[in-house]
């Protein structure tokens, strides 16, 4: 399984570092993507990790705000999320599948979800 955590409540320009810990799962087999999910809305990519590595964004509203990263030595991707509005505000969601997509279907594993919460 993944999973999520780090999420919080915090001020409209603010940071929060999102995780997805690998249990049972190496993460380094796997291309590992951020969904998230507002309320009354659907789940949407924002930006997948592959395994070697290539990053692709999905959500063009994060692009130079949000960046993806893999840690091998702990089994963890991270997303740093910086400059926060409002409208990231949503229940985030890590998933680990055999290769980035924007579709919910080609991943195998998903986390519970993390809220983030930006106010102001």
């Known amino acids: 399984q993944v999973v999520e955590s780090g999420g919080g409540s915090v001020q409209s320009g603010g940071s929060l570092r999102l995780s997805c810990a690998g249990s049972g799962v190496e993460l380094e087999y796997y291309a590992v993507a951020w969904f998230r999910q507002a309320p009354d809305d659907l789940r949407e990519p924002v930006v997948c990790?592959?395994?070697?590595?290539?990053?692709?964004f999905y959500d063009d509203s994060v692009k130079g705000r949000f960046g993806i990263s893999r840690d091998r030595a702990s089994n963890t991707i991270s997303l740093q999320m910086n400059s926060l509005k409002p409208e990231d505000t949503a229940t985030y969601y890590c998933?680990?599948?055999?290769?980035?997509?924007?579709?919910?279907?080609?991943?195998?594993?998903w986390g519970q979800g993390t809220q983030v919460t930006v106010s102001g």
């Open positions: 998933a680990a599948g055999p290769g980035c997509s924007s579709y919910n279907s080609p991943y195998d594993y």
């Open positions: 990790i592959n395994q070697k590595d290539v990053v692709s």
